[in-house]
């Protein structure tokens, strides 16, 4: 069987390996304190332009999520996030066990608009029982969302002017970052994201480590006792020594060498291959004069397919069901990744020829 179904299924990169086998026996200082953690968040700083940002490596998306949510809000109030995002319906409902309600927005593509953030804390601060009311303090977005569509840079400072002229944070989840940066109609560069958001994360188990997230914090007001929290949510690693490691790896070239920018990282080479050969599957596609739930340009894909086609293909390829279109075709995901062959590739472009 030859997979499509997520961009996590492979183990890491080689070079990822080399270097946590080079430092296996090193003796270093756990939690996070060691000096290949200060490295590479050295490193992340430079490449965002943020030099007083605070950068923090969790083990995992969903503790990412949790911890940054739980450290930005009182009790009484809860973040505002697109009702497909993945604090809202992929995590077993982690935000709201942390006792914060997720408010969740219509979307058709996966983005939420600076209007709808307005009109939804508006709505809050102009009704009359407010205080009975879960109070709007966040906005959750994910680059690229969990359909795999990109907000522009207008679209990202629209909504970060509206959390400011409003008192709200913004985060936003890069668990699949690169894929996004790598996109062929994006406009965002990783400096952008630092000066538009108050808090992001570079996500690193689903581009070619084995785990790990580099959180960014811009803000000063959510720095403080952020460690507390992280520990207290069990996102840290006590080798916490291990993800400055891979993310020292990640943003070195693929010779391992210095880079002098972001995108000539192996971290970007790795997510521009798999947006590459989405683009292949996209093409192939589109020849067949196939739709889409939601059209993108990043290495997700959503085609709407014939069942009996969906059937047939998987006996050969595991796919990722979406949802049901009409009463003979559903949405499929299919997903590449910085581990996808260029054989298997080909191979799913010849079947879908045969099948579509």
């Not at 996030?81 to 408010?103: D, F, M, P, Q, R």
């Not at 994006?186 to 997230?213: C, H, M, P, R, W």
């Not at 059209?295 to 949802?323: A, C, G, H, M, R």
Request: net charge negative; with cysteine; aromatic share 8%.
């Amino acid at each position: 069987m030859i997979y499509f179904n997520c961009d996590y299924n492979e183990g890491a990169h080689e070079n990822i390996m080399k270097a946590l086998l080079k430092t296996n026996m090193e003796q270093t200082i756990g939690y996070g304190c060691d000096e290949h953690c200060k490295h590479a968040s050295d490193l992340i700083k430079k490449f965002g332009d943020c030099p007083d940002a605070c950068v923090h490596f969790l083990v995992g998306g969903t503790q990412t999520n949790e911890t940054v949510i739980t450290a930005a809000l009182r009790s009484h109030q809860g973040v505002i996030a697109a009702e497909t995002g993945h604090i809202n319906v992929h995590e077993t409902g982690a935000i709201e066990s942390c006792g914060h309600k997720v408010l969740a927005l219509k979307t058709e593509d996966g983005k939420i608009t600076a209007k709808q953030v307005r009109e939804c804390y508006e709505a809050h601060v102009n009704d009359g029982s407010f205080e009975h009311m879960v109070q709007p303090k966040m906005v959750y977005i994910s680059l690229p969302t969990e359909l795999g569509t990109m907000y522009t840079l207008d679209e990202l400072k629209d909504i970060y002017s509206v959390c400011k002229n409003n008192g709200l944070y913004l985060f936003v989840d890069g668990a699949r970052l690169g894929y996004g940066l790598s996109s062929g109609n994006n406009d965002i560069k990783l400096s952008d994201l630092a000066e538009n958001s108050d808090v992001f994360y570079i996500g690193g188990t689903k581009q070619g480590l084995l785990f790990g997230e580099a959180v960014v914090i811009t803000n000063d007001h959510l720095k403080e006792d952020f460690r507390y929290i992280i520990k207290q949510k069990g996102g840290m690693l006590a080798k916490g020594r291990l993800l400055g490691v891979m993310f020292e790896a990640a943003l070195c070239d693929e010779d391992g060498n210095a880079c002098m920018a972001f995108e000539d990282t192996l971290y970007m080479k790795m997510a521009k291959k798999a947006v590459g050969f989405a683009d292949k599957i996209r093409a192939c596609l589109d020849s067949l004069g196939v739709s889409y739930l939601v059209k993108n340009d990043t290495n997700q894909i959503f085609p709407i397919l014939e069942d009996s086609v969906i059937e047939k293909l998987e006996s050969e390829f595991v796919l990722s069901y979406q949802e049901r279109v009409d009463e003979t075709r559903s949405a499929v995901r299919i997903c590449t990744s910085w581990a996808t062959k260029e054989e298997a590739v080909e191979h799913l472009c010849n079947t879908l020829h045969i099948m579509v």
